[in-house]
């Protein structure tokens, strides 16, 4: 997604100093396919994520937490948008471009994978103080049990 910031930046920037319709078409495919890359990845983190990792006894208000950061965000994206492009221009494009790459190291490192796991195993997960020990753990466990159904 940050790619796709990056290349809006230089095509809009393109379109700017040479009024090109090709960049300008491009520009507009570019955003799509940003909208796309963020719906089938991030956009489903904010009502699914929470209530994953969470215990029962915080599911509800984690996810409502979860969910009024996700709206006030949201909010604030819109009411910056048009004042940055007008004072900015393309520029604000690398500024989401250096905000999505920023948060790649924090999700690879902190946020552990959930895929294929009980509410049980979740739980453990994050009780303890070692998570890599218990995703190996977690990983040989799951490859033990398709071993023995095939």
């Given at each position: 997604?940050?790619?796709?910031?990056?290349?809006?930046?230089?095509?809009?920037?393109?379109?700017?100093?040479?009024?090109?319709?090709?960049?300008?078409?491009?520009?507009?495919?570019?955003?799509f396919v940003y909208l796309g890359l963020f719906t089938?990845?991030?956009?489903?983190?904010?009502?699914?994520?929470?209530?994953?990792?969470?215990?029962?006894?915080?599911?509800?208000?984690?996810?409502?937490?979860?969910?009024?950061?996700?709206?006030?965000?949201?909010?604030?994206?819109?009411?910056?948008?048009?004042?940055?492009?007008?004072?900015?221009?393309?520029?604000?494009?690398?500024?989401?471009?250096?905000?999505?790459?920023?948060?790649?190291?924090?999700?690879?490192?902190?946020?552990?994978?959930?895929?294929?796991?009980?509410?049980?195993?979740?739980?453990?997960?994050?009780?303890?103080?070692?998570?890599?020990?218990?995703?190996?753990?977690?990983?040989?466990?799951?490859?033990?049990?398709?071993?023995?159904?095939?």
């Open positions: 997604m940050a790619v796709c910031f990056c290349l809006e930046a230089g095509l809009v920037y393109k379109v700017d100093t040479t009024h090109s319709k090709a960049a300008g078409g491009a520009a507009t495919a570019f955003l089938i990845g991030f956009q489903a983190v904010v009502w699914v994520y929470p209530s994953e990792i969470l215990p029962l006894r915080l599911r509800q208000k984690g996810s409502s937490i979860s969910t009024a950061c996700n709206w006030i965000t949201n909010y604030a994206v819109v009411q910056i948008t048009p004042i940055a492009l007008k004072k900015i221009h393309y520029k604000f494009y690398i500024v989401f471009a250096v905000i999505n790459a920023a948060f790649l190291p924090p999700i690879y490192f902190f946020y552990p994978e959930t895929k294929g796991m009980n509410f049980e195993d979740v739980d453990r997960l994050f009780a303890g103080n070692n998570v890599r020990a218990f995703e190996h753990d977690a990983e040989s466990k799951h490859t033990d049990t398709q071993v023995q159904e095939a």
